[in-house]
């Protein structure tokens, strides 16, 4: 399964953004996908991931109330909907996929990695 990220760039706090994960590959439909993210200087952090029936999510606390995650699998495409961003919410945006339906939080148990995408918001 290859993935690519896309939709990120510069907003102003309080604004929103989608981001969008399409997936190449027969099998997108069966694995769990979910997001992170990377500020410089920072460890890699889950922000929200996503059964693959889409039926279970989970959303770091920062990322609660603020964003959703969810997919269309007949578009093999995951999305990130964020609201209400923050300067701190800044960071290059990874889309995941595990090898497994199921839904985890640690970046470890993902093997698929998309290359990326820049979130910046100016305060």
């Known amino acids: 399964v290859q993935l690519q990220a896309s939709g990120g760039g510069l907003v102003q706090a309080r604004a929103s953004l989608r981001l969008s994960c399409v997936a190449s590959g027969r099998t997108f439909s069966r694995i769990a996908v979910g997001w992170f993210r990377q500020a410089p200087g920072q460890e890699r952090e889950y922000v929200a991931v996503i059964s693959w029936s889409g039926v279970t999510t989970y959303y770091s606390d920062s990322a609660n109330g603020r964003f959703t995650i969810n997919r269309d699998n007949a578009k093999s495409t995951v999305y990130l909907q964020m609201t209400s961003l923050r300067p701190d919410d800044t960071a290059v945006y990874y889309c995941?996929?595990?090898?497994?339906?199921?839904?985890?939080?640690?970046?470890?148990?993902?093997?698929?990695w998309g290359q990326g995408t820049q979130v910046t918001v100016s305060s």
């Open positions: 995941a996929g595990r090898s497994s339906s199921s839904a985890t939080m640690s970046p470890e148990d993902y093997v698929y």
